[in-house]
Antibody, heavy 119, light 107 residues
Framework: QVQLQESGPGLVKPSETLSLTCTVSGGSMSRYYWSWIRQPPGKELEWIAYIYYSGSTNYNPSLRSRVIISVDTSKNQFSLKMTSVTAADTAVYYC?????????????WGQGTLVTVSS | DIQMTQSPSSLSASVGDRVTITCRTSQSISNYLNWYQQKLGKAPKLLIYAASSLQNGVPSRFSGSGSGAEFTLTISSLQPEDCATYYCQQSYSSPFNFGQGTKLEIK
């Protein structure tokens, strides 16, 4: 059974960089896309970016200028960095998996981690 | 970007009722439409993929239909544990947007 677990600071100051890591267990990272998705309190889900196990990436244009996604297959981990955060970036951040075929859904999700941007 | 419009935004129904939620997209996406269930404080759970395929382990009272730009999620006989928010999501093209959600309450 594949499991995903997010980790990282729960509090980030405005203008600083948010850094999160997702650890994948119970399966290989090969042949899958690995995504970050966020949900501000009381609001809808927003896809941020994905990375293929080989390192190719795809970003939401609305966040592209501030986001970097990376992967370390030796550790079965992938990571998110978001620069210049503001209160609008306060959200529960989820990592999720999608099979590397056209139209694949997000079939496995982490439990989510709340990141609050505040001084 | 493909815009997603879900309706209704909320609904209240009784146990045993048939419930239908609609998702419309701003352009045709073939059948690249997925449905998720999110219970309070939990991560979303995949229910339906490719518009009408039931994810393993999901009860058969859930079904999906549609293609092109209009899709529906149907719960044939509502159960108390179906109290949740339901989201549609398109996997046709990046960015992979979600609908705004439908909050389902049990009367």
């Amino acid at each position: 059974q594949v499991q995903l677990q997010e980790s990282g600071p729960g509090l980030v100051k405005p203008s600083e960089t948010l850094s999160l890591t997702c650890t994948v267990s119970g399966g290989s990272m090969s042949r899958y896309y690995w995504s970050w998705i966020r949900q501000p309190p009381g609001k809808e889900l927003e896809w941020i970016a994905y990375i293929y196990y080989s390192g190719s990436t795809n970003y939401n244009p609305s966040l592209r200028s501030r986001v970097i996604i990376s992967v370390d297959t030796s550790k079965n981990q992938f990571s998110l960095k978001m620069t210049s955060v503001t209160a609008a970036d306060t959200a529960v951040y989820y990592c999720a998996r999608g099979e590397a075929v056209a139209g694949a859904p997000f079939d496995y999700w982490g439990q989510g981690t709340l990141v609050t941007v505040s001084s | 970007d493909i815009q997603m419009t879900q309706s209704p935004s909320s609904l209240s129904a009784s146990v045993g009722d048939r419930v239908t939620i609609t998702c419309r997209t701003s352009q045709s996406i073939s059948n690249y439409l997925n449905w998720y269930q999110q219970k309070l404080g939990k991560a979303p759970k995949l229910l339906i993929y490719a518009a009408s395929s039931l994810q393993n382990g999901v009860p058969s009272r859930f079904s999906g239909s549609g293609s092109g730009a209009e899709f529906t999620l149907t719960i044939s006989s509502l159960q108390p544990e179906d109290c949740a928010t339901y989201y549609c999501q398109q996997s046709y093209s990046s960015p992979f947007n979600f609908g705004q959600g439908t909050k389902l309450e049990i009367k």
